[in-house]
């Protein structure tokens, strides 16, 4: 934990829990973000701590959320009865998040008018990225303005920005203020270590190192067995693979979140709780994104991801850590490649990278009181 209660925090008359803000994407409209937020929140929570999410709005980034939330597949538009169905998970993403632990709400350009906190933790998701679409290069997130003593970061990333772009003195003064750092992948690691001159601690995303705790109460264990297909502009090539891997096995593949028109049965209005669901139950999971990665380990399934451009950093750092970089496949491998990954459990050495980064994340966030 950060502090026993019995200890004085900073800010804090060392009475009770310390007041904890946690900064990350929590409004948007993705499964990953969600449950990455959640499980932090109630991670630091059962710590005994007051962690609530720092419940930012802006309306103009609010709008691009959803217009990205309508219309995922761009170019391509998707149709009207998608449209319909997409507007459903939308709702359904704001109203679980509404059901969180959050703050008071204040705008996003001003920070001085958050609640005060002990400590502001600051991750996980892509909060550095400064290639994001409408949070890149925002200085909130690098812990500007932000009515806390102490910041820290947790499982943060750079996302899609690059290693070798490096970053400019600015943001390097940005991280000066940060008590300590952590990241969640090698890329974000180079960045912080080349601006800083210091190594960050690497630990694990939130959802790996709190799982999520599931009721019983769901109709996906009646539905097994079927492979989850979670991401969305596969290649054709890949598709046809994992089509044809699926057919041989009589297997169908249930398409969560977007429309994916190869797949025997769309999803795509799934809330938060039910895409976990769905995931637990799974046999297999076939994916393009980081979290398809994560709630793949996290439950135990065999997974095959498609390495894109965009998700690269991250997939391939998550599955190095964690000695899985066998399941990152493309289009063109072999059908033997894509049986290996999607027929066979985990090699027992996946669980014990899991559990040894579980370890150092847990030291990590003992030590951020020192």
Not at 96 to 109: G, Q, T
Not at 212 to 235: K, N, Q, T
Request: hydrophobic share 40%.
């Amino acid at each position: 934990m950060f502090l026993e209660s019995s200890e004085k925090g900073p800010g804090g008359s060392g009475s009770g829990p310390l007041k904890i803000g946690v900064l990350t994407f929590h409004r948007c409209v993705n499964y990953g973000s969600y449950w990455q937020a959640r499980c932090l929140v109630e991670g630091l929570r059962s710590r005994g701590h007051d962690a609530v999410l720092l419940d930012y709005v802006c309306a103009q980034t609010n709008k691009t959320e959803w217009r990205c939330a309508m219309q995922p597949l761009l170019p391509r538009r998707s149709p009207r009865e998608a449209i319909r169905l997409y507007a459903r998970k939308a709702r359904a993403f704001e109203a679980a998040v509404d059901a969180l632990p959050v703050s008071d709400r204040f705008p996003l350009a001003e920070p001085e008018l958050m609640q005060d906190c002990d400590v502001v933790v600051i991750g996980s998701d892509e909060v550095w990225n400064l290639s994001h679409p409408w949070f890149g290069g925002n200085p909130l997130f690098w812990g500007h303005g932000l009515r806390a003593p102490r910041l820290i970061s947790y499982a943060a990333s750079f996302g899609n920005y690059d290693a070798d772009a490096g970053i400019d003195s600015f943001w390097s003064s940005q991280l000066r203020n940060f008590h300590r750092i952590s990241v969640r992948d090698d890329n974000s690691r180079r960045l912080v270590q080349a601006a800083l001159d210091l190594e960050p601690v690497m630990v694990l995303d939130p959802v790996l190192q709190f799982p999520p705790e599931l009721d019983e109460s769901s109709g996906w264990s009646e539905r097994a067995p079927y492979a989850v297909l979670y991401g969305h502009s596969f290649s054709d090539d890949f598709a046809r693979a994992i089509r044809a891997w699926a057919d041989r096995r009589g297997l169908p593949l249930v398409s969560l979140g977007y429309v994916n028109d190869w797949a025997d049965e769309q999803c795509i209005d799934a809330d938060p709780i039910a895409f976990a669901h769905a995931m637990s139950q799974a046999q297999s999971v076939v994916t393009n994104f980081f979290h398809g990665c994560v709630f793949a380990l996290v439950n135990d399934k065999p997974f095959a991801c498609e390495v894109s451009a965009y998700r690269m950093n991250k997939v391939r750092d998550l599955t190095t850590a964690l000695s899985a970089e066998h399941h990152l496949l493309r289009g063109d491998d072999e059908p033997e490649r894509f049986a290996q990954v999607l027929d066979q459990p985990l090699a027992p050495k996946v669980a014990g990278a899991i559990e040894r980064l579980r370890r150092q994340s847990e030291s990590y966030l003992q030590l951020v009181a020192v």
